[in-house]
């Protein structure tokens, strides 16, 4: 019903940058919040980012005054602007989107992931 697809990920060397973008398209009536998570191997996943529909925003202590989150609602699409990275920012990256299907039919979507590597 409702698909998340991500782009942007790759290879980045230390104090680089990248953008990743994630878009939801299908039977969608709102959206309230749009985040980013990510998983490293062996470790849990964890909340980076996320964005409300009023432009309310929250960060992971680790990725402060680094990334920034960002959203069009009209597009239904949501931005992670990550700078300066780090090696252990490495990890797959998770779209999340919290989606009103209607009135009160409500559902979280994940995207499928992007792999996010920093290295040099």
């Known amino acids: 019903q409702v698909q998340l697809v991500e782009s942007g990920g790759g290879l980045a060397q230390p104090g680089g940058s990248l953008r990743l973008s994630c878009a939801a398209s299908?039977?969608?009536?709102?959206?309230?919040?749009m985040g980013w998570y990510r998983q490293a191997p062996g470790k849990q996943r964890e909340l980076v980012a996320r964005?409300?529909?009023?432009?309310?925003?929250n960060y992971a202590d680790s990725v402060k005054g680094r990334f920034t989150i960002s959203r069009d609602n009209a597009k239904n699409t949501v931005y992670l602007q990550m700078n300066s990275l780090k090696p252990e920012d490495t990890a797959v990256y998770y779209c999340n989107a919290d989606v009103f299907l209607t009135t009160t039919n409500r559902r979280w979507y994940w995207g499928q992931g992007t792999q996010v590597t920093v290295s040099s």
């Open positions: 299908g039977s969608i009536f709102s959206i309230s919040g």
């Open positions: 964005i409300i529909s009023g432009g309310s925003t």
